[in-house]
């Protein structure tokens, strides 16, 4: 159980930080002065995002506004981190043998985070690598990670 919450929290720094870094480099773009995109570049730039987008949110929870005062918040499943953390926690220091249900969240939780993880693997490897390589070859500097732990399937 360690090694998945670890891994579900491997996935979830490097899903935050290739969306900060992509939205980060989109809205550098968009600023007075700044060179122009070619179409193609924000087209590939815009799929990529949106992919990371549906991945983000198997990680990481949706966020209310500060000072937030509205209805109350649609409810959205736990995300992997949370699910394989409150399993280490129900399993941590407990004697008796897993339940049952507590067995079958362990597999249900290992094969998401392992579909997922994939996923991210591909976004970070693929996708970005082809981003990158567009931008550079129209001299636009890359989206670059940072951190030993980027690919997401490497231990750090």
Same mark, same amino acid.
């Given at each position: 159980?360690?090694?998945?919450? !670890?891994? %579900? &929290?491997?996935?979830? !720094?490097?899903?935050?930080?290739?969306?900060? =870094?992509?939205?980060?480099?989109?809205?550098?773009?968009?600023?007075?002065?700044?060179?122009?995109? $070619?179409?193609?570049? /924000?087209?590939? =730039?815009?799929?990529? @995002? +949106? *992919?990371?987008?549906?991945?983000?949110?198997?990680?990481?929870? $949706? *966020?209310?506004?500060? #000072?937030? @005062? #509205? $209805?109350?918040?649609?409810?959205?499943?736990?995300?992997?981190? +949370? /699910? @394989?953390? !409150?399993?280490? #926690?129900?399993?941590?220091?407990?004697?008796?043998?897993?339940?049952?249900? +507590?067995?079958?969240?362990? *597999?249900?939780?290992?094969?998401?985070?392992?579909?997922?993880?994939?996923?991210?693997?591909?976004?970070? &490897?693929?996708?970005?690598?082809?981003?990158? /390589?567009?931008?550079? %070859? =129209?001299?636009?500097?890359?989206? /670059?990670?940072?951190?030993? &732990? !980027?690919? $997401?399937?490497?231990?750090?």
């Amino acid at each position: 159980m360690y090694e998945l919450a !670890r891994t %579900a &929290d491997r996935g979830r !720094r490097t899903i935050v930080e290739l969306k900060t =870094a992509l939205t980060s480099a989109t809205e550098a773009w968009k600023k007075p002065g700044a060179p122009p995109i $070619p179409e193609d570049i /924000r087209k590939a =730039a815009e799929e990529l @995002a +949106q *992919q990371v987008e549906e991945v983000h949110g198997k990680f990481v929870p $949706p *966020q209310l506004p500060l #000072g937030w @005062a #509205g $209805p109350p918040p649609v409810y959205t499943p736990p995300t992997l981190p +949370q /699910r @394989a953390n !409150r399993l280490l #926690g129900a399993l941590d220091s407990y004697t008796a043998a897993p339940t049952t249900q +507590q067995l079958e969240e362990v *597999q249900i939780v290992t094969g998401l985070l392992g579909e997922t993880m994939e996923r991210l693997k591909k976004l970070v &490897d693929v996708d970005l690598a082809e981003l990158n /390589r567009m931008m550079n %070859a =129209a001299g636009i500097p890359h989206i /670059r990670l940072s951190g030993s &732990d !980027r690919t $997401p399937g490497r231990r750090p």
